[in-house]
């Protein structure tokens, strides 16, 4: 973050979200009618199985266009492939992955690039059009909100017991599900009511992603850990132990930033911060329309969503978990 403070701000008339705010794309205006939302993000392996693995990344890549209440339309490939330790076949099964979702979601492959590199990573680039005039930013929120989760918690924490083999099938297979799934219907169901903001759940982790809204909005977010959505196995593994060294960045960046009442208990509080991989959006939307958000999104199969908190004024710190 130090190093973009320091770079050159473009100006320009047509840019409706830049850089300024963590917004999850940008967002750039073609005509009065069309804007055009920019997004890229890439990984290395989480899961063993290489089409899975493109599958994620995708569904990873796309979903920040789904928060901003866009529709993705074309993707490039982002690859960097050590050539000679892993089989080209593994490449394409990753390939074939990541094509599956991007279809999935409507949209198509146009090209991209691949470099030779020691470690396997994997990603895309993708645009998409939403109207200017309906672009869902991360700021916004209002005092009196409801926030709205609509994926369960806990995917970093269950990969890194992955990683040490010592997640359960059952656990992983769930895991699995929640990353390889689409915003897409959710994305659908939020722009049908009156969305104050929107942020999908990533590497921040749901504590970082709920600071960028607060700070951004001049609101303070209140968590209830009780209400969060979690993947089966993901508490009793936290318990355990099994967390990210990005749990401890986003731990230690926070540390003055968010309240954490000592009720919570360790295990919902390592989870609030754990770096989620295709997790879901949080959206911000008026007091009386949470309720019916909630049952429209599980109506359509977002099975998971949940109001798991509200916004007030601003308070002592940004983020509050309680």
Known sequence: MHVLHSLPKFVHEDVIVGTETSDDAGVFRLRDDLAIVNTVDFFTPIVDDPFVFGQIAAANALSDVYAMGGEPRTTL?????PK????????????????ERVARAGAVVIGGHTIIDEELKYGMAVTGVVHPERVVRNIGVRPGDVLVLTK??????????LKRRKASA???RAAVASMVALNRTASDVMRTFDVHACSDVTGFGLLGHALEMAAGSGVTLVLRAGKL???PGARRLAEQGFL???????????ADKVGIDPAVGRALTEIAFDP???????????????????????AKGVTSAGAIGYATARQDVWVKLV
């Open 77 to 81: 490939n982002i690859v960097a492939f």
């Open 84 to 99: 000679g330790r892993i089989g080209i076949e593994v490449l394409g099964e990753i390939l074939r992955g990541g094509a």
């Open 152 to 161: 369960p918690l806990g995917t970093g924490i269950v990969t890194t017991a």
């Open 170 to 172: 059952a656990n992983v």
């Open 229 to 231: 959505p979690l993947l």
């Open 244 to 254: 990210t060294g990005g749990c401890r960045r986003n731990r230690d960046y926070l």
């Open 276 to 298: 989620q991989t295709s997790g879901g959006l949080l959206i911000a939307v008026p007091k009386d329309q949470g309720p019916r958000l909630v049952r429209h999104l599980k």
